[in-house]
Nanobody, 124 residues
Framework: QVQLVESGGGLVQAGGSLRLSCAAS????????MGWFRQAPGKEREFVEA????????YYADSVKGRFTISRDNAKNTVYLQMSSLKPEDTAVYYC?????????????????WGQGTQVTVSS
């Protein structure tokens, strides 16, 4: 069992930056691929970025390429999402999630554990 708690969301102007954090409980954290997803009002939850258990592999959505960077610190049981050059269309609730199956997945059903989400609002 893994419990996830996101933080770091807020209101930022377009072009600005934010760093989201996701603190995990549970000793198995270091074995999980971790992902970030987001859900804008009226839209489905979508994949943003994911990182393998040892940070050896990362995978990102085209919409955030070159702007967002995922990282993790297994000693601190924490995964991060550094967001730069933010756009109004990045406005959403951001969720971190833990994947139990091998590899890196971009689909929601592959992720077994979810945080409660943190709001990111980008003003124009």
């Amino acid at each position: 069992q893994v419990q996830l708690v996101e933080s770091g969301g807020g209101l930022v102007q377009a072009g600005g930056s934010l760093r989201l954090s996701c603190a995990a409980s549970g000793r198995a954290f270091t074995t999980y691929t971790m992902g970030w997803f987001r859900q804008a009002p009226g839209k489905e939850r979508e994949f943003v970025e994911a990182i393998s258990w040892n940070s050896g592999i990362t995978y990102y959505a085209d919409s955030v390429k070159g702007r967002f960077t995922i990282s993790r610190d297994n000693a601190k049981n924490t995964v991060y999402l550094q967001m730069s050059s933010l756009k109004p269309e990045d406005t959403a609730v951001y969720y971190c999630a833990a994947q139990r199956s091998p590899g890196i997945a971009t689909t929601l059903h592959e992720y077994a554990y979810w945080g409660q989400g943190t709001q990111v609002t980008v003003s124009s």
